[in-house]
């Protein structure tokens, strides 16, 4: 069998493919009598130098494919997807807001040093995102980060507990769950996906190419893009001629700016960026000449969906904290801009299986035997059940502070 580059690609002999040439080429130039098999140095060579010499054509494949982006790894799928504009991404760290009592001004909190921790799990840690100063006594919300990055997660009420104590920090608490959950660094398999969408959205000027500029922008979670190429207004209310972004970036994580540059490097040129309602969004970007133009673009509105549970459990119920945990984080994670909430399927969530969180944690049953009632809607202490409808520049978010579970 042919080794190394061949017509159908590189071919690489496995160690004992190696031994065994060896041992050819020996009987055949030292002596065909050679007794390999019982003489203890010449097996052991043999065996050394198949080792090494295996390594050695392991890195000959490695390079051989270092420019194959389906084959590269590591540091050569790295440097290949460089070559192309695309860089890996780092990890960063979970994200989210919490009310501080102080009791006077001039408390301060500083990151790094100041903590806070989840109840009963002091190993879940959070700091200040930037060092905070407090204006006055009473409650103000500081925004905190995760101490380790990748997705650490806090539920609702439970980032309660003051780590570090500081003279006039009397009390924290999260009323959200995690706004924006932190990323760990990228696997291969995340970075080259990327590089192909990075290099689609390159033939600028298409809706396709718009939705993958904007969801590379740092922040961004989710992308909708909207066109209307007709001469009159759509049945969306965009103008003839018109497109529309419409982003979810986890409680403003990304900035206005850097959407408008993503959104004005794509688009067509001579067609209008439209953006209307609550959401409505303005960004400056910066254009071929160096001047500032106005780009519009709407930030989803988020519908705060409320849930009531009434259920039966079995021996392996999680509790209620964690079945809170895993149906809001699931249903956010199905739940798309422009997508309507059905009731029967989110009735359907708590017999689910094998359900990650945010943090990597899978459930594999929540331990419900059965749903004796639910409710859903958009205001404390819902009593129907039907579907909520979500348009295009809305979003269903869900919390656990908004579900309410009763055991029965």
Same mark, same amino acid.
């Given at each position: ?24 080429? *020996?009987?055949?130039? =030292?002596?065909?009598?050679?007794? =390999? #098999?019982?003489? +203890?140095?010449?097996?052991?060579? %043999? #065996?050394?130098?198949? *080792? ?62 100041? &903590? ?9 840690? &959070?700091?200040?995102?930037?060092? &905070? ?13 995760? /101490? ?30 995690? $706004?924006?959950?932190? *990323? ?13 969408? /990075?290099? $689609?959205?390159?033939?600028? #000027?298409?809706?396709?190419? @718009?939705? $993958? ?8 979670? *989710? ?16 103008? +003839? ?12 994580? #990304? ?30 970007? @910066? ?41 809001? &984080? ?12 059905? $009731?029967?399927? @989110? ?7 094998? @359900? /990650? ?29 039907? %579907?909520? +409808?979500? %348009? ?17």
């Amino acid at each position: 069998m042919a080794f190394g580059v061949t017509p159908e690609g590189f071919s690489r002999p496995t160690v004992q493919e190696i031994k065994e040439a060896l041992e050819r080429e *020996q009987l055949a130039s =030292i002596d065909p009598t050679l007794d =390999i #098999a019982t003489d +203890p140095v010449v097996g052991q060579n %043999n #065996a050394i130098f198949a *080792q090494h010499l295996g390594k050695g054509w392991e890195a000959l494949e490695a390079a051989y494919h270092a420019f194959d982006p389906d084959r590269a790894e590591d540091d050569r799928l790295i440097a290949l997807a460089k070559l192309t504009g695309t860089d890996l991404r780092g990890a960063t760290y979970s994200e989210v807001n919490c009310q501080c009592n102080f009791a006077n001004d001039g408390v301060l909190l500083e990151s790094g040093v100041h &903590f806070a921790n989840v109840i009963d799990r002091p190993d879940i840690r &959070f700091t200040p995102k930037q060092d &905070f100063t407090s204006p006055s006594g009473g409650i103000h919300i500081v925004r905190f980060r995760a /101490e380790q990055t990748g997705p650490v997660q806090a539920s609702a009420g439970d980032l309660s507990v003051i780590a570090t104590p500081v003279t006039g920090w009397n009390s924290v608490n999260n009323p959200d769950d995690d $706004a924006t959950p932190g *990323q760990n660094i990228e696997t291969n398999e995340e970075l080259r996906l990327r590089r192909e969408v /990075e290099i $689609a959205r390159r033939g600028a #000027a298409t809706v396709k190419a @718009i939705r $993958a500029d904007v969801s590379a922008v740092d922040g961004v979670a *989710q992308v909708k893009v909207f066109e209307n190429r007709m001469p009159s207004t759509s049945a969306l209310g965009l103008p +003839p001629h018109s497109f529309e972004v419409v982003v979810f970036d986890n409680d403003g994580g #990304a900035l206005d700016d850097a959407v408008a540059q993503a959104i004005w490097d794509s688009k067509p040129g001579g067609i209008r960026d439209f953006a209307t309602g609550t959401g409505a969004t303005t960004g400056e970007a @910066i254009d071929d000449l160096g001047d500032v133009q106005n780009v519009h673009f709407s930030r989803a509105e988020e519908l705060a969906i409320y849930l009531v549970f009434e259920i039966e459990v079995n021996d392996d119920y999680v509790g209620d904290s964690a079945f809170k945990s895993a149906i809001a &984080f699931y249903a956010n994670s199905v739940h798309d801009i422009d997508d309507t909430v059905i $009731a029967s399927f @989110i009735r359907s969530l708590p017999f689910q299986k094998n @359900i /990650e969180l945010a943090n990597g944690t899978v459930i594999p049953t929540l331990g419900v035997e059965d749903v004796v009632s639910f409710a859903i809607g958009l205001g404390p202490f819902p009593t129907g059940d039907v %579907n909520i +409808p979500v %348009n295009q520049r809305q979003i269903a978010r869900f919390d656990t502070s908004r579900i309410t579970v009763t055991q029965v």
